[in-house]
């Protein structure tokens, strides 16, 4: 889990794209849709997809509950298409996440960008055996990165609602190149944190570029 600066993250994924009179967003994995609620607040044309209805209901703006492997939408839609919070690392396996760039690739228009930001092994190299805890001390996370199956296990203990367990897969750059790659993506950037500074100590999410080729 990493704290976002959300209005940063969408200015970066924004400056991707350009200006453009018809810009159409869809934010994947959204959740509760922060980069939904931003971009709606510009005036930009946003949609955010989220598999579970719970979490839809906490956002705001155009929303569709569906799977973002099997994207329910016509192909050559979208100018951007976005990802944040290390959602990607929530997706198993190298299959899992070349099948969700082919269907990515496919709503985007030809130009369009896919930005995304996950959690690489050198984070998840820090993050083990760490236990964090939220501003105020109501959430406490501990961290073990299980390295020779590529998982990071994530115990989020909510005080007074129990105990979640994260698991995700940490993808090399290389498994993310090869996926992207063959979904008919070109790897356009690779950058820390968004290309916002960070501190030293606990290594950065790394945010990804990929352009509809
Ligand atoms: C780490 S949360 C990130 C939420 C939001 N993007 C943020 O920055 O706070 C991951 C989200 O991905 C959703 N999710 C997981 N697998 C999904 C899938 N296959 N299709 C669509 N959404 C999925 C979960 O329901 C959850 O809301």
């Avoid at 190149?177 to 100590?201: C, K, M, R």
Wanted: glycine share 8%; proline share 5%; charged share 20%.
């Amino acid at each position: 889990m990493a704290d976002i600066d959300y209005a940063a993250w969408l200015r970066f994924a924004l400056a991707q794209v350009g200006q453009q009179t018809e810009l159409r967003i869809l934010e994947l994995f959204s959740g509760h849709a922060p980069m939904t609620g931003l971009a709606g607040a510009a005036g930009l044309n946003a949609v955010a997809l989220d598999v579970e209805p719970k979490m839809l209901e906490e956002a705001q703006g155009f929303r569709l509950n569906a799977n973002a492997l099997e994207l329910p939408l016509a192909a050559s839609v979208f100018n951007l298409a976005l990802s944040t919070n290390a959602s990607i690392n929530y997706l198993r396996d190298p299959a899992m996440l070349r099948s969700h760039f082919t269907d990515v690739a496919r709503v985007l228009k030809t130009g369009g960008a896919y930005v995304f930001d996950c959690c690489p092994p050198e984070r998840a190299g820090t993050l083990h055996l760490r236990v964090m805890h939220s501003p105020g001390g109501a959430i406490t996370f501990s961290h073990i990165y299980e390295r020779t199956t590529d998982i990071l296990v994530t115990r989020v203990d909510v005080s007074g609602r129990g105990i979640e367990e994260h698991r995700q897969r940490i993808y090399t750059e290389s498994e993310i190149t090869d996926a992207a790659v063959s979904a008919g993506f070109a790897v356009e950037l690779v950058v820390p944190n968004y290309a916002e500074p960070y501190a030293a100590g606990i290594r950065p999410i790394v945010t990804w570029v990929l352009r509809r080729v």
